[in-house]
């Protein structure tokens, strides 16, 4: 659509849970701003295209889970297409969402979907860590069963992702390797020989999915469902 501007963004669906998602964060009061156009694709962790569905803009919010068809089985990284036109949106529409898994009693997570960025083609032969992420833990305690969610929303390029896991003496690194589309969990212990677990970075060729988790050690209820913030070295 020319003279349209585009947003990628992404999250991941979990089994078992509603999930809404506001399609516009910044509205007018007479609700007339909307996106020009919205497509959804969903992949499984080996990167297999499972769903694909154009969104009604003028809906102010949608169910991703409905979206999606009959219930998954598996997590799925749910990828957001959205167009729109910059007159109208000087600046970049913004989604957030509300997830909460069904019956428990829990209170449901609000959190702001995170922007990506598409990949780097292979042809361009992009070998280095370009881009720099990181996650700062609270004092008070880290969720028993931790886990750093990472997606490629590539076409093309296969990326090699580094997380390093700080703790409050020494530090765990792991090494991941993402074909285009799939997705992987890392779990980050709660505790090792160094302390507790300070912060959580990671570094990549472009823009990955990237959202920390946590869970209840007993029902595996999520209590903590964020993304990472870009920082530059």
């Known amino acids: ?35 020009d156009s919205l497509e959804l694709t969903a992949y499984d962790a080996a990167g297999t295209l499972r769903r694909t569905a154009a969104v009604d803009t003028r809906r102010g919010v949608v169910d991703l889970a409905e979206l999606l068809g009959p219930p998954a089985r598996e997590r799925l990284l749910v990828l957001l297409d959205a167009r729109y036109d910059p007159a109208i949106f000087p600046y970049r529409p913004h989604h957030y969402a509300y997830l909460h898994r069904r019956g428990s009693p829990r209170p449901p997570l609000y959190y702001a979907v995170n922007a990506t960025l598409g990949g780097v083609p292979d042809r361009i032969g992009a070998s280095r860590f370009n881009h720099f992420e990181t996650y700062l833990f609270l004092r008070r305690g880290v969720a028993p069963r931790a886990a750093l969610l990472l997606g490629n929303p590539s076409r093309f390029a296969t990326a090699r992702a580094e997380v390093t896991i ?9 090494t991941v390797e993402l074909p285009p589309k799939s997705h992987a969990e890392v779990a980050l212990p709660p505790a090792e020989d160094g302390g507790r677990v300070g912060r959580v970075e990671l570094k990549a060729p472009f823009r990955l999915t990237s959202y920390v988790t946590g869970r209840d050690a007993g029902t595996g209820d999520l209590v903590l469902f964020d993304h990472l913030f870009t920082y530059f070295r």
């Open 1 to 35: 659509m020319m003279g349209s501007s585009g947003l990628l963004s992404a999250t991941f669906h979990e089994p078992g849970h509603r999930h809404l998602l506001e399609l516009v964060h910044q509205r007018d009061l007479d609700a007339r701003r909307h996106l």
């Open 166 to 174: 700080h703790y409050d003496a020494g530090r765990v690194e792991r």
